[in-house]
């Protein structure tokens, strides 16, 4: 049985138990107070552990980031996105956790959908490992407001990208980068037909040293760290170097002394080059990211087969490449 008591400006919550110890909790208002004296009861009664009322959101994603990185490491994408729940509700009680908590944060928040979707989706991870793992009694929140989060628009799965850089403006931002390519610059022309030379991703290409290039009549690269959905870490794959890409490696010898990094700049400043040039040139909506897009068409435009392309670009699963592939209609010319 449970006793509501007033104690000052405070409530206190009393939950009496045959078979239990006597329990109790002190909370600022009385809604919080019988949340948790009806949540304690029904855990107990359930043969479940009685409900962590002081263990806060914030101390819960602390937890399960300095836990979970004694299996794998956490991401910095996850990190950052949890941040994000403790800035808004981090200093609500995990037991007493509402949807409303939920639909609060999306409120705080001014990002896209896809965005969102993902930041969701961690928060779940944590409440499920509470709940799983140390026995902690927390509500579902995160089932229980999706449905109206999926409604209103404020979650949804990113939308699938098909910008290809054309030619004309591949030949503007080479002609730009090389009139603007000053002593102690940044070679992103470089950096930007190397991405297209061998559809990697920008960390990859900035993580690439001079000890994983095996040059020669057949070049190749060790992609250190690979990304992949399965494996996080420790997943290195040889790659051939086609096309240029050899070439412009080679580019980059007197600048490095072939020691250490291949490219050493930081991704933001690449990044935040590319951009600036595209605003210059008046190119519109093209990201880092679709030079990977790029690279991967062109392999298919080449006629490479799609296991071969594979190999290039890293895809365990061949179906997720599709969404990398946009062919242009006049590249099926070749075909007799």
């Known amino acids: 049985m449970a006793v509501i008591q007033r104690r000052g400006k405070k409530w206190r919550a009393l939950v009496r138990l045959k078979g239990?110890?006597?329990?109790?909790?002190?909370?600022?208002?009385?809604?919080?107070?019988?949340?948790?004296?009806?949540?304690?009861?029904?855990?107990?009664?359930?043969?479940?552990?009685?409900?962590?009322?002081?263990?806060?959101?914030?101390?819960l994603i602390d937890?399960?980031?300095?836990?979970?990185?004694?299996f794998k490491p956490v991401s910095a994408t996850k990190r950052g996105n949890l941040t994000r729940w403790k800035e808004t509700i981090g200093h609500k009680e995990v037991s007493l956790l509402t949807p409303q908590d939920v639909l609060d944060h999306f409120s705080a928040r001014k990002a896209g959908p896809a965005t969102m979707a993902m930041e969701l989706g961690f928060l779940g991870e944590?409440?499920?490992?509470?709940?799983?793992?140390?026995?902690?009694?927390?509500?579902?929140?995160?089932?229980?407001?999706?449905?109206?989060?999926r409604r209103t628009g404020s979650i949804a799965k990113p939308m699938k990208r098909d910008r290809r850089p054309t030619e004309a403006e591949l030949t503007e931002l080479e002609t730009f980068f090389r009139y603007n390519n000053r002593k102690g610059m940044i070679p992103v022309w470089n950096i930007v037909s190397f991405a297209i030379e061998t559809a990697m991703r920008q960390g990859e290409i900035l993580r690439i040293t001079w000890e994983d290039y095996r040059p020669g009549d057949k070049p190749m690269i060790l992609i250190r760290d690979r990304k992949d959905p399965k494996i996080k870490d420790g997943n290195d794959q040889w790659v051939p170097l086609l096309g240029k890409s050899a070439e412009i490696i080679e580019r980059q010898a007197d600048a490095t002394g072939r020691k250490g990094l291949v490219f050493p700049y930081k991704g933001d400043s690449v990044t935040a080059a590319l951009g600036r040039a595209c605003l210059r040139l008046g190119i519109e909506d093209l990201r880092f990211h679709d030079l990977r897009h790029?690279?991967?068409?062109?392999?298919?435009?080449?006629?490479?087969?799609?296991?071969?392309?594979?190999?290039?670009?890293?895809?365990?699963d061949w179906h997720s490449l599709k969404r990398y592939t946009n062919l242009r209609p006049e590249s099926l010319h070749r075909i007799r």
């Open 20 to 59: 239990h110890p006597t329990l109790s909790k002190t909370f600022n208002g009385k809604k919080a107070a019988e949340d948790w004296a009806k949540l304690t009861e029904d855990a107990l009664k359930a043969g479940k552990t009685a409900p962590e009322a002081s263990v806060t959101l914030a101390d």
């Open 63 to 70: 937890r399960y980031i300095k836990e979970m990185a004694g």
């Open 126 to 149: 944590v409440l499920a490992a509470g709940r799983a793992l140390w026995l902690m009694t927390i509500p579902d929140v995160v089932k229980a407001a999706t449905p109206t989060l």
């Open 294 to 316: 790029e690279g991967t068409s062109r392999l298919f435009e080449q006629g490479y087969q799609i296991q071969e392309v594979a190999i290039v670009t890293g895809h365990r």
